[in-house]
């Protein structure tokens, strides 16, 4: 079933993210971690559905997508990037595999972040943030999404590491192998992993290379 909604309210998150709070239609429900299709209520636009994961909180009265513009081609985010409030947006049912399971490592890529900010946000909430760590990679230090959130949310929990970026206060380079064996104290935990494709595929292989169960390795399939 297809809702339109308005959009609430759009605030700016890093140079080219951007968060967008929507109507949150009657009965509507998701569990942290889950998408949706989104499409732009505009002639010629409204097949145009693209994935977009919630990054609010389930038992608020809105609903919150968190977004990265694409502008290297005319498409649905570059778009998206230039609506305003009042606007409206076609949502489809929710669907996802990505659900949190237990204390463990949370591996995330740019906006590969973003099913895991409503994980995060539940955990602050409920009190059990305790056990969970972070690595994000990202391509420069401006592109870090809801860096200051993150930092205060798992503080010692979270490394950022910069792939085009040196000499700033996080780590330079990749979430490759080394990293992994490094900072990686126990493959019997629970592993989130969001990102590029070949990043999610590269990272699971490590992991279960090292002796993580495929079992506990949640990502979006």
């Given at each position: ?134 690595f994000f990679s990202n391509k420069t230090a401006a592109d870090i999404i809801y860096k ?12 950022n590491i910069l792939s085009e970026e040196t000499g700033s ?53």
């Amino acid at each position: 079933m297809s809702h339109i909604v308005k959009i609430l309210e759009i605030n700016n998150v890093t140079h080219n993210v951007k968060s967008f709070k929507i109507e949150k239609p009657q009965g509507y429900s998701f569990t942290p971690g889950q998408a949706t299709d989104v499409a732009l209520n505009k002639a010629g636009w409204e097949n145009e559905k693209r994935p977009f994961t919630f990054t609010s909180l389930n038992e608020l009265p809105y609903l919150e997508f968190t977004i990265k513009r694409y502008s290297d081609h005319d498409g649905v985010t570059n778009h998206l990037h230039g609506l305003h409030k009042g606007d409206e947006l076609i949502i489809d049912d929710v669907w996802g595999a990505i659900e949190y399971k237990g204390a463990g490592y949370f591996i995330a890529g740019g906006a590969g972040i973003t099913p895991f900010i409503a994980i995060l946000r539940q955990l602050r909430k409920d009190g059990q943030l305790a056990g969970n760590k972070l690595f994000f990679s990202n391509k420069t230090a401006a592109d870090i999404i809801y860096k200051e959130e993150l930092s205060s949310m798992l503080g010692n929990n979270i490394i950022n590491i910069l792939s085009e970026e040196t000499g700033s206060e996080y780590l330079s380079g990749r979430i490759d192998e080394s990293f992994i064996k490094k900072y990686v104290t126990d493959f019997h935990a629970h592993f989130y992993v969001c990102g590029p494709d070949p990043m999610i595929a590269a990272i699971n292989n490590m992991l279960v290379k090292h002796g993580a169960s495929p079992d506990n390795v949640v990502f979006e399939k």
